[in-house]
Each structure stands twice: as C-alpha cells, then as structure tokens.
C-alpha cells in the first residue's frame, strides 16, 4: 500500500503564491507517475500536474506558466502554485500510479492513478 498525505493549502488572495507538499510513504516499488489534481465545488476532479519516475512532467493547460510540480529523492511530491486565482480555489489531491506504463509523459487522467491523499483545501480570494 502507499500513503499519501498533502499539506500546504489555505486562503491565499489573488495573484499570490502557496506551495504544497505531498509526504510518500509505504510500498514505492513500481510507482512511475504522481501528480497533483484538483476538485472545485460541483465540479469533477481534475488533473492539475504529473511527473514521472524520470522527472517528464504533463502540466495542464489553466496553470501551465503559474504551476510548477517536482518531487524529492524520496519521491516527495510538490506544487509550487504562482499568480493565483480564485478559479484556482478548490480541494487538492495528491495521486501516485504504479506502472509500468507505454509512454514517457504521464498523463492528467485520474483513472490512472490508484492512490490517494485526502486533499488539502486551497482558497483563493479575490
């Protein structure tokens, strides 16, 4: 099993910055991709930012500019988020999927992520 824990969220005012962190623990062996998505109140879930075992990144294209993921050595997930805005405000979720996987860029569907944080809140105000 992998336990993901998200860390960082809060209120932020628009045009601010936040940074959240993803602790990995567990059996790691075979996860190749982990990333970030976000759920806004009625909405779906939504793919954010993914990174794969070999640092290849898929940034979707909302926060492409103002977003930027990377992970530690001990595979440590985090997301630096830059110029905010209140449509950035939702529920962030921290995602690990274990492969192997036919391509080289991780993808932003949350169907191929089987583990899940609980999901640190991040409001944004205008």
């Known amino acids: 099993q992998v336990q993901l824990v998200e860390s960082g969220g809060g209120s932020v005012q628009a045009g601010g910055s936040a940074r959240l962190s993803c602790v990995v623990s567990?059996?790691?062996?075979?996860?190749?991709?982990m990333g970030w998505f976000r759920q806004a109140p009625g909405k779906e879930r939504e793919g954010v930012a993914t990174?794969?075992?070999?640092?290849?990144t898929n940034i979707a294209n909302s926060v492409k500019g103002r977003f930027t993921i990377s992970k530690d050595n001990a595979k440590n997930l985090y997301l630096q988020m830059n110029s905010l805005k209140p449509e950035d405000t939702a529920m962030y979720y921290c995602?690990?999927?274990?492969?192997?996987?036919?391509?080289?860029?991780?993808?932003?569907?949350?169907?191929?992520?089987?583990?899940w944080g609980q999901g640190t809140q991040v409001t944004v105000s205008s």
């Open positions: 990174i794969s075992s070999t640092g290849a």
């Open positions: 995602a690990a999927a274990r492969g192997p996987f036919g391509r080289r860029v991780p993808t932003l569907n949350e169907a191929d992520f089987g583990y």
């Open positions: 567990g059996y790691l062996y075979s996860i190749y991709w």
